[in-house]
């Protein structure tokens, strides 16, 4: 399967691998949208409790419209 952000079907579920391939940006990163309040980036966890799985529609608006700052946070020296 070809990734391509024009393919993101809004009804689908996509894994956290999906997500940043499709985003553009890294597994922590993903992690950290998960945990801000509110999340940047909603999920649902799946049946079984183990995955967490983000809506098509939500990763297509983060990408259209960034809530937030990119690039890594650096500790004042």
Request: no cysteine; charged share 30%.
């Amino acid at each position: 399967m070809r990734l391509d952000f024009n393919n993101i079907i809004p009804d689908a579920l996509y894994s956290v691998s999906m997500a940043k391939r499709l985003l553009g940006i890294g597994q922590t990163t993903i992690y950290e949208y998960m945990k801000k309040k509110p999340p940047v980036l909603p999920y649902r966890m799946s049946e079984n409790g183990w995955h967490r799985l983000i809506l098509g529609s939500d990763i297509i608006s983060l990408k259209e419209n960034p809530k937030v700052k990119r690039g890594r946070r650096r500790k004042d020296r």
